[in-house]
Every structure is written in structure tokens, then in C-alpha cells.
């Protein structure tokens, strides 16, 4: 059968055509028709649709991607957009930007997605599209948008891994500016990847604290990442330039100062140098502004610093 509808009213193509579902309602008539009602959100739109039927998308639950196809312009029935139906989009594609899609309610500051989003914006296709393939489960971007880079480091609150990871990839980015040897789109994307697997690395306990998931204390973040991206590549054949794949699982991989025993490899490429400092930097800079007194002296310890860090006095104003 032929599918007459469009992902845009004929009267609004500005609006987007993929949304992250906030929530779907169904009620039936005396027909056994069904009338569904779901809130749609983006940032640069948000509404409520309406459609029937006569089944509901088992698929469709909080969260998911779907979108909303139209049989013509857009037409109001008492407060919602009247859609043809609504789509599930299992399929990652390169043109959404996820971070456009994180809902209201996710305890994580506009203006740090607006920054992850302007990163990932930048890149080249094949990069925007694995990322998003990696993120295009909901429950997975949710926690990667919303939880902790450690539990009792650097970055350790809401939201946490995702302002390290923004840090992290801007100035990677800054860095790889001035050094034409670095090919800057890989080492960024590196960047916005490197503590992706921390996703599943963390749980909510019962009393609101983080603890360790099962896949944190048996794989780790580095190798839970390294599997997603094999995987993302080989199940939807994303192309990366040649040689990138192997440079990229590289960087990931890679730690700065193991020792040779443990069969791990130190950073090798310009671009897995760069993510190393600037991680560290990153990691460092958090605790730094944490523990340093408001004023000269010592700061506090912490055992991821190894010390107290101490404060120089302000110069005097003349």
C-alpha cells in the first residue's frame, strides 16, 4: 500500500521531524476504535498529538523516538496536532541531535546539552551517526545525560559524567585547533565517547546514592564503550574514514602509564595523547575547585589527588 503521509504538515515544514516521547494516553469508543493522545518533545517544538486506530504500538513507551506522520497541514482538535500516526524510529539516523531530545524533567542544565549539542553538531556524518547509534536507546541516553562520572571523585553528582564529557571534548577540541598533525573530528569524538560505557556503570541504590551495576564491577566503562562501538559499526555499517575504527578503539582503549604487565597500551596516536590531558585536566580542575579554601592556604584531601592542594594569596590591589 502506498504510504500517503509526510514526516511534516504541509503548512510547517520548519517543524522537526523526530521527537522523544514524553508520554501516550488511549482511550476507546463504543466502536472499539482507539483514540491515542501523546506529548511530543524537542526543543524547538513541543505538542500534543492526536491520531486513531485500531491497535496501540506496543513499542510505544516514555522515552522512545518516534515520528509523527501527516496527511496534510497541521489541524488542531481541541488543543492537539491531529497526526495520521506515530512512528517508533528504531533506526538511528545522523540528523537528530539527541541532545536536542532530553526531556525537561531530566535533572540536567539546558545550556550543558545546548554545549554537547553544538560538539556533536560539528562533527561529519559517520561520526554524528555513531554516536547517536550508541545512544539511540533511551533508557542508556537518559543515564548517560544524567549520571555520575565517579561516585566519590571528580564530577560525582547529577548529570556529572556528561559535564566531564563536554569539558573534555571542548578542549580536545581548543587543543587540536593549533596541531594540524591531529585530526580533530576523531579526537572529538573520542572525546564525547571515552566515559560513555559509565551509562551502565552506575545504579541508583534505594536511598539515592550510586552504587556499582554488575557490568561495572565485572567489565568496566572502557571496555562496555569499546563493545558498543564494535557493535554500533557492525550492526548498522557505519563507515568511518579509513583507518578511523581502529584509531578510534585505540583511543578508547588506550591508558596513559600502565605498566607493560598488564598487557594494556599506552596512547600511541596524537589524538589518544590529547584525550589523556585533557581528561586529567578535566578531572583535576573538578576536585581542584571542590576542595581549594575561598582564600591563601590549604585545601582539603582527597585520595584521588594524593594531597592537599594549596591556594597562593591574591595580590593586593595598589
Not at 514524553?22 to 476504535?33: H, I, L, Y
Not at 551495576?213 to 562501538?229: A, K, P, Y
Not at 589524538?271 to 579554601?293: I, N
Request: aromatic letters at 6%; glycine letters at 8%.
Amino acid at each position: 500500500m502506498t504510504d500517503l503521509t509526510h514526516p511534516c504538515p504541509s503548512d510547517l515544514p520548519m517543524l522537526p521531524q523526530i521527537y522523544r516521547l514524553v508520554s501516550v494516553n488511549s482511550r476507546a469508543d463504543a466502536t472499539g476504535c482507539l483514540h491515542h493522545t501523546a506529548h511530543l518533545f524537542h526543543t524547538q517544538a513541543s505538542f500534543k498529538a492526536c491520531w486513531s486506530s485500531r491497535q496501540l504500538d506496543a513499542r510505544l513507551r516514555s522515552g522512545v523516538l518516534v515520528s509523527p506522520r501527516w496527511s496534510g497541514p497541521g489541524r488542531s482538535e481541541n488543543g492537539c496536532l491531529a497526526i495520521a500516526r506515530l512512528v517508533v524510529l528504531e533506526r538511528p539516523v545522523a540528523e537528530l541531535g539527541l541532545f536536542q531530545t532530553a526531556l525537561p524533567g531530566w535533572p540536567v542544565e539546558p545550556a550543558l546539552l545546548q554545549r554537547a549539542h553544538r560538539l556533536w553538531q560539528a562533527l561529519p556524518v559517520s561520526h554524528r551517526l555513531l554516536l547517536n547509534a550508541l545512544f539511540w536507546d533511551a533508557e542508556r541516553f537518559r543515564r548517560f545525560c544524567t549520571g555520575p562520572s565517579s561516585m566519590e571523585g571528580h564530577h560525582h553528582d547529577e548529570a556529572g559524567n556528561l559535564r566531564h564529557t563536554v569539558e573534555v571534548a571542548e578542549q580536545v577540541r581548543a587543543l587540536a585547533a593549533d596541531r594540524a598533525y591531529v585530526d580533530r573530528d576523531l579526537a572529538v569524538l573520542a572525546a564525547l565517547l571515552h566515559d560513555a560505557g559509565k551509562a551502565e556503570e552506575y545504579r541508583r541504590r534505594a536511598d539515592g546514592s550510586w552504587g556499582m551495576s554488575d557490568r561495572g564491577r565485572l567489565i568496566g566503562h572502557r571496555t562496555t564503550v569499546i563493545e558498543w562501538v564494535a557493535g554500533a559499526i557492525a550492526r548498522w555499517r557505519i563507515r568511518l574514514p579509513a583507518g578511523h575504527e581502529m584509531a578510534l578503539l585505540h583511543i578508547l582503549a588506550a591508558v596513559a602509564h600502565a605498566p607493560a604487565w598488564m598487557g594494556l597500551r599506552e596512547p600511541q596516536t596524537p589524538e589518544a595523547e590529547l584525550l589523556s590531558l585533557a581528561d586529567r585536566l578535566s578531572g583535576t580542575d573538578d576536585l581542584m575547585q571542590r576542595l581549594l579554601p575561598n582564600g591563601a592556604g590549604w585545601g582539603a584531601y582527597h585520595k584521588h589527588l594524593g594531597r592537599r592542594p594549596y591556594r597562593v594569596a591574591a595580590p593586593e590591589l595598589v
